[in-house]
């Protein structure tokens, strides 16, 4: 069984930027990911980061958004700059492991223009 756990959204200014974290407990974790939930819209993947390094980002957030994974802590984080109204969502942490896929609670994100 895996648990995670998000932290660091808020409220920004357009053009700014937060950072978001996602603590996982468990073991056999081989990727973990970003999605998000803007109002009305359906859920969509933000980033990826897989065993071995290799990233995945939605067309609308590249060069703006990284993904990064701390093995020993056993976190992901997603940087986000040059944020945009358009990013306001709920955003999702989201774990592939040998037990299964496993979601967070999800963590609100609000840019302001």
């Known amino acids: 069984q895996v648990q995670l756990v998000e932290s660091g959204g808020g409220l920004v200014q357009a053009g700014g930027s937060l950072s978001l974290s996602c603590e996982a407990s468990?073991?056999?974790?081989?990727?973990m990911a970003w999605h998000r939930r803007a109002p009305g819209k359906q859920r969509e993947m933000v980033a990826e980061i897989i065993d071995g390094g290799t990233t995945n980002y939605l067309d609308s957030v590249k060069g703006r958004f990284t993904i990064s994974r701390d093995f020993a802590k056993n976190t992901a984080h997603l940087q986000m700059n040059s944020l945009k109204p358009d990013d306001t969502a709920v955003y999702y942490c989201?774990?592939?492991?040998?037990?299964?896929?496993?979601w967070g609670q999800g963590i609100q994100v609000t840019v302001s223009s």
């Open positions: 989201y774990a592939r492991s040998l037990s299964g896929p496993f």
């Open positions: 468990g073991f056999g974790i081989y990727a």
